[in-house]
């Protein structure tokens, strides 16, 4: 199972009103017999992206995963997006968990 997914925006400094927002993303990928194995994440239905976890080995069957990903800025707005993400076990059973980030500044 996929759990506690959140994408939190990040404080940035920036002059003009196209810099890139930079956003962390965090979820925890549990199985109850078999240790998870990987996990991929997905952007707006874009290509499945790898994710390490946070101790770099996935060989627990409990797992957190944080990374960042940075979103477009246009004319100091940012468009709605999602973020899908799951989480493999080593017999290749999946959980799947997915959110939004709403559109900012408009």
């Known amino acids: ?25 965090s979820f925890d990928a549990e199985d109850t017999t078999s240790p998870i194995v990987r996990a991929e994440y ?15 080995i996935s060989d627990s069957t409990r797992e957190h995963y944080a990374f960042p990903i940075s979103l477009d800025v246009e004319a100091g707005k940012i468009g709605e997006h999602l973020i899908t993400v799951r989480a493999y076990d080593r017999y290749d059973n999946v959980g799947l968990a997915k959110t939004i980030i709403p559109a900012q500044g408009q």
Do not use: M, Y
């Open 1 to 25: 199972a996929v759990t506690n997914l959140k994408a939190v925006g990040q404080q940035i400094t920036c002059a003009g009103t196209n810099c890139p927002k930079p956003f962390l993303v």
């Open 42 to 56: 997905s952007l707006d239905a874009g290509p499945w992206q790898h994710i390490d976890p946070a101790g770099k």
